[in-house]
């Protein structure tokens, strides 16, 4: 059974009801600002899994709404098939289980075999405020999954051959203690029954002489025996997990630092996975929270590359601030990205299929090395990407000058845009495109074709309509009019675009450039609004908006170095 869909209702800060609906074989990674309830979900879906049979399970500050019920409901998958489970917490009493009509689960109930089903295979937590009966806890579930598996394995198992002999072995001692175990009770019921019987004939008589009531009698009854289950064995077995030093040794992994406990749980997870330790654990949920928190950027790197291997096994669940944990460099088939809102998790990003070549994976590997926060993408509500750095940092000044939620990416060159554009394309995402056309006049024939190639392979990486991709004619700096800039004079001249306009507005020889970016910069941020490009900015609707701008200067480079080659034929032959 995997979980599909969940709902929250009148918990913490979900006073109405909070819906996500995931994919089941997906990384599910949740994003948003501070205190919009990336946690309060993770934490609402451990506790749906949770049994318990007393009140007040729940402290009542976490009822948004007072004599309300909070109401955890969850959708599950299973061959096709949809099972809707509610539960419900009162103020005052012990929580129960309810079908999608709000009928109680009891042991009559249809679905009663299919919700313990479900309760049996609770996730594993993980948080960032674990204390060390957590951490204990959570140890012993892993030991316990661990334990339930070997002992399916060795109930199961038909085999003989010398290579399994161990397995052969302790599964025939299973099978005899399973046999003998119930024989054992048995005579040791009738024993104690016996023992039992002499008391309630002596409680008895005291009775009926103290009441005065001849017909009074008491009897002890022992229960029956239900035999022998992997049940017993768990209740038996107690797990630790101790780490060694150089400065101490045995230590308990709850005396351990913050992000050394983290990353031990996640690795022992990770590891018990791969050597299949855990068994079948494709319904088993992993929920971590904040991930990354208290780790180096180096550790948050390996830990985003355990996530991964994990999220191959596993359903995954994680709320994140870090970028970082998302490498573009992988294939991503399997990640589903939201952004918490106040009443449903928006998908923002969900990958569909694989579309890099390796010069793809390449180019996003240089990216991760030059600008690790490129994947700052999944976190914003729009993304522009560009390709130089002069247009990087205007945009950057006025995206916060203006208190605007966009990431804007900086390519460095057409073949890096067409690759962010392919990263994009496969998270579904609306976003645009501004780059250089390069069709300078410096240029030969040759170059300018090359650059024409490239710039028509930009638009045909679009994929949809709401991809906008537009063009600085020759480059950015000559489009908003300060012509050609010296690589080494570029962030200085736009900072005074940028930071001098208002001191000096009368005599300032870049109002009309400042004026320019903040059209280009409206134009490409506020979708809503159409407003006329200024400068040499363009909209490029069609490959043929490229032809326009480039065959004519490519026809008189070939006059040009078609005469000049001439000339040097005569001049040889003179």
């Known amino acids: 059974m995997k979980l599909a869909n969940f709902s929250v209702t009148n918990y913490k800060v979900f006073k109405d009801t909070f819906t996500i609906d995931f994919s089941t074989d997906s990384i599910v990674i949740l994003t948003g600002r501070n205190n919009t309830g990336k946690s309060t979900i993770l934490e609402a879906i451990n506790c749906f899994f949770q049994k318990e049979s007393?009140?007040?399970?729940?402290?009542?500050?976490?009822?948004?709404?007072?004599?309300?019920?909070?109401?955890?409901?969850?959708?599950?998958?299973?061959?096709?098939?949809?099972?809707?489970?509610?539960?419900?917490?009162?103020?005052?009493?012990?929580?129960?289980?309810?079908?999608?009509?709000?009928?109680?689960?009891?042991?009559?109930?249809?679905?009663?075999?299919?919700l313990e089903e479900i309760l049996n295979n609770k996730p594993f937590y993980i948080t960032p405020s674990m204390l060390p009966d957590d951490i204990n806890d959570l140890i012993q579930n892993i030991y316990s999954e661990i334990i339930k598996n070997d002992l399916l394995k060795l109930e199961n198992f038909n085999g003989d051959s010398e290579t399994e002999k161990e397995s052969f072995e302790l599964s025939k001692e299973?099978?005899?203690?399973?046999?003998?175990?119930?024989?054992?009770?048995?005579?040791?019921?009738?024993?104690?029954?016996?023992?039992l019987s002499k008391v309630s004939n002596d409680v008895s008589s005291n009775l009926r002489v103290l009441f005065s009531n001849e017909h009074l009698s008491l009897?002890?009854?022992?229960?029956?025996?239900?035999?022998?289950s992997s049940t017993d064995l768990l209740k038996s077995t107690n797990s630790s997990v101790h780490i060694d030093s150089i400065n101490q040794s045995n230590m308990p992994l709850a005396n351990q630092g913050t992000g050394l406990q983290r990353m031990s749980l996640i690795y022992l997870i990770q590891n018990m996975i791969e050597n299949k330790l855990l068994g079948k654990n494709d319904n088993k949920l992993l929920l971590i929270d904040e991930p990354e928190a208290f780790l180096h950027p180096d550790a948050v790197r390996a830990l985003s590359r355990s996530l991964y291997q994990i999220g191959k096994k596993m359903p995954l669940?994680?709320?994140?601030?870090?970028?970082?944990?998302?490498?573009?460099?992988?294939?991503?088939?399997?990640?589903?990205?939201?952004?918490?809102?106040?009443?449903?998790?928006?998908?923002?990003?969900?990958?569909?299929?694989?579309?890099?070549?390796?010069?793809?994976?390449?180019?996003?590997?240089i990216l991760n090395y030059v600008d690790s926060y490129v994947n700052e993408f999944f976190f914003a509500d729009k993304v522009v990407i560009v390709e130089g750095d002069t247009e990087y940092i205007a945009f950057k000044h006025l995206a916060k000058e203006k208190g605007y939620n966009i990431h804007i990416i900086r390519a460095r060159g057409k073949a890096t845009i067409v690759t962010l554009m392919k990263v994009l394309n496969q998270f579904n995402s609306c976003y645009d495109v501004l780059h250089d056309a390069d069709n300078h006049i410096k240029h030969s024939s040759s170059t300018l074709k090359a650059?024409?190639?490239?710039?028509?392979?930009?638009?045909?990486?679009?994929?949809?309509?709401?991809?906008?991709?537009?063009?600085?004619?020759?480059?950015f700096e000559n489009a908003i009019g300060i012509g050609d800039v010296l690589n080494d004079k570029k962030t200085k001249i736009i900072y005074k675009i940028l930071h001098e306009k208002e001191e000096i507005m009368n005599t300032y020889e870049y109002t009309e450039a400042s004026d320019i970016i903040e059209n280009v910069f409206e134009q490409i941020i506020n979708r809503d609004k159409e407003i006329g490009l200024s400068g040499g900015f363009i909209k490029i609707t069609s490959v043929d908006d490229?032809?326009?701008?480039?065959?004519?200067?490519?026809?008189?480079?070939?006059l040009e170095e078609e005469l000049k080659k001439r000339k040097k034929d005569e001049e040889i032959t003179v």
């Open 546 to 558: 490229y032809e326009k701008l480039f065959n004519d200067l490519i026809e008189q480079k070939n």
């Open 174 to 195: 299973y099978s005899n203690l399973r046999q003998a175990y119930p024989e054992f009770l048995r005579k040791l019921k009738q024993n104690t029954d016996s023992i």
């Open 54 to 114: 007393k009140a007040k399970t729940i402290p009542n500050d976490c009822f948004s709404e007072r004599r309300q019920d909070i109401i955890l409901e969850a959708v599950f998958e299973s061959d096709g098939d949809q099972i809707t489970i509610q539960k419900k917490y009162k103020e005052e009493n012990a929580p129960s289980f309810c079908d999608e009509k709000g009928k109680e689960i009891k042991k009559t109930h249809i679905l009663f075999d299919k």
């Open 219 to 228: 009897n002890v009854v022992g229960g029956e025996s239900e035999g022998f």
């Open 451 to 475: 650059q024409l190639t490239n710039c028509k392979n930009i638009y045909k990486s679009k994929t949809n309509d709401n991809i906008r991709v537009f063009c600085s004619i020759s480059n």
């Open 317 to 365: 669940m994680i709320s994140t601030h870090s970028p970082i944990l998302i490498d573009l460099s992988r294939e991503h088939t399997s990640i589903q990205v939201f952004r918490v809102g106040e009443k449903e998790a928006i998908q923002l990003f969900k990958s569909v299929s694989k579309q890099f070549d390796d010069d793809d994976l390449a180019n996003m590997k």
